[in-house]
């Protein structure tokens, strides 16, 4: 797919992605946004997607989004939905449903494609890493869009230690450094730093994770009442699902946090033998092989119970 043929002649053109969006889903969008507006001068090219974490604020133009989903425009000539399929990006959607023209691009193998144009590639390391590949004029790319794809790639990879990196994957982490920017620095700034809460949260939340199926399964869970007394969001929580995966002897690791009453945020990490993308699925989620979630409903003993039991069936 070339990007920019797939917009020629657009006036206005949307991007989003999913909601709650993660390093690769702002990665993308902002890569993609930053892009197209040196790609398509003439367009009216605007972003709606929910407030990023404070640690994406290194991306150029993120204070440009639309987090309120609020926009003078009706009809896009073409809208892009990146990372997810039309179903995950909460009030863009009605921007999407009445685009002239629509774009989907992803690598989740759960996604058949939303677009009238899909370009889903499940073995790419991330949605950064496809949005690469679309811009077919390299010469537009410049340091600022360089680091957005970056950050998007390093998060969907945990810095290329995740079995979806590929050697393609590395070849264009590669040609992204070379852009000039302190990635040592970003790398640092983005995944692994943490602030004060996040660790409280991270400590809570593996003091309380609980092993069970012979030490093979390891859950835990967050509910309102301790993101509260924490103060935290949403994003606080990121990363704690790997670092139980860590966990010595475990083969799939399951986190949940509660969005509301009997109802879970739902996040699937596995070593490799367990397809947490075919349990997600099962519960009406999706993902990868390896990294998957869904959002489901009861308790947490009925949830974690159900998803024990269609692991075991693969373990």
Known sequence: MNICE?????????????????????????????????????????????????????????????????????VFDVFIVLDSDKTRIGDAEKYFDRAKKTINIDHHI???????????????????????????????IDEEIARALYIGMIHDTG??????????????????????????????????EKTYVQNQILGRALLESILFMDGRCVVSMI????????????GDLEGIVSQLRNTKGVECAIFMYQIESMKYKVSLRSNGKVDVAKVAAFFGGGGHVRAAGATMQGTFHDIANNLAAQIELQL
């Open 6 to 74: 797939e917009v020629k002649n657009a006036a206005a053109i949307g991007i989003s992605g999913h909601l709650r969006p993660d390093g690769d889903c702002v990665g993308a969008v902002m890569g993609l946004y930053l892009y197209l507006k040196k790609a398509c001068p003439m367009a009216d090219v605007q972003v709606m997607l929910e407030k990023p974490a404070d640690i994406f604020h290194c991306i150029k133009d993120v204070e440009e989004i639309h987090t309120d989903f609020c926009t003078n425009i009706e």
């Open 110 to 140: 759960s996604n058949a494609g939303s677009g009238m144009v899909n370009y889903i590639e499940p073995s790419a390391s991330s949605a950064s890493e496809l949005v690469y590949k679309v811009m077919e004029d390299k010469s537009l």
């Open 159 to 192: 810095v290329f230690q995740y079995s979806n990196t590929s050697p393609e994957t590395l070849r264009i982490a590669a040609q992204l450094i070379g852009y000039g920017f302190d990635f040592s620095r970003l790398i640092d700034e983005t995944f692994y």
């Open 223 to 234: 509910d309102k009442k301790t993101m509260n007394f924490y103060q935290a969001e949403p």
